[in-house]
């Protein structure tokens, strides 16, 4: 029994490392004022930045890394 729980185990792990990361592909970011430089791409509408920098000491731009015609997977 202990066997077959810890093949489980091993097998769950290597599909779980096997998962390659994919980068976003969204066209605005927050950047944090004093903060070196900290910053956050993960936004699909300048509002939606807006919304998220409000308050918190962040200004939106446009992501320069953005390809609108990419694929996300």
Not at 40 to 45: H, K, Q, T, W
Request: glycine share 10%; net charge positive.
């Amino acid at each position: 029994m202990k066997t077959a729980v810890f093949v489980l185990a091993m097998a769950c792990a290597a599909v779980a490392i096997g998962t390659p990361a994919q980068a976003q592909n969204y066209p605005w970011c927050a950047y944090w004022h004093g903060t070196g430089g900290a910053r956050n791409c993960g936004f699909v509408s300048f509002a939606q930045c807006q919304l998220t920098a409000q308050g918190a000491g962040a200004d939106c731009r446009a992501n320069t890394q953005y390809e609108p015609n990419k694929p996300m997977r």
